[in-house]
């Protein structure tokens, strides 16, 4: 299987920034569609938002003006950037990965996930 990796995670205050990276194993990065998602403490896993193999977007209504996905296939790493965060996005985050050509916004649809990264907003 595909080993994900996510970094980039800390402390933040309050409208700054910070930038996530999923670093992948293996040779076929550039098939899948990869996804983030978030884990609130005692909530539910949600999706941040998706991008496929030839740059198409999804995001969150919470992440729309705010959040930015970006690839690089060379490199195989995905990239999450937060914009002007809230204390309610603190969470973990977590990078996963399906071989296909589509948007998926479901956890079942991702077999491959990465350990997650803790991003903690203060206010």
């Known amino acids: 299987q595909v080993q994900l990796v996510e970094s980039g995670g800390g402390l933040v205050q309050a409208g700054g920034s910070v930038r996530l990276s999923c670093a992948a194993s293996?040779?076929?990065?550039?098939?899948?569609?990869m996804g983030w998602f978030r884990r609130a403490p005692g909530k539910e896993r949600e999706l941040v938002g998706s991008?496929?193999?030839?740059?198409?977007?999804y995001y969150a209504d919470f992440g729309k003006g705010r959040f930015t996905i970006s690839r690089d296939n060379a490199e195989n790493t995905v990239y999450l950037q937060m914009n002007n965060l809230k204390p309610e996005d603190t969470a973990v985050y977590y990078c996963?990965?399906?071989?296909?050509?589509?948007?998926?916004?479901?956890?079942?649809?991702?077999?491959?996930w990465g350990q997650g990264t803790q991003v903690t907003v203060s206010s």
């Open positions: 293996g040779n076929s990065f550039s098939t899948y569609t």
């Open positions: 996963a990965a399906v071989q296909g050509r589509a948007i998926q916004r479901e956890e079942y649809r991702y077999p491959y």
């Open positions: 991008m496929t193999r030839s740059g198409a977007t």
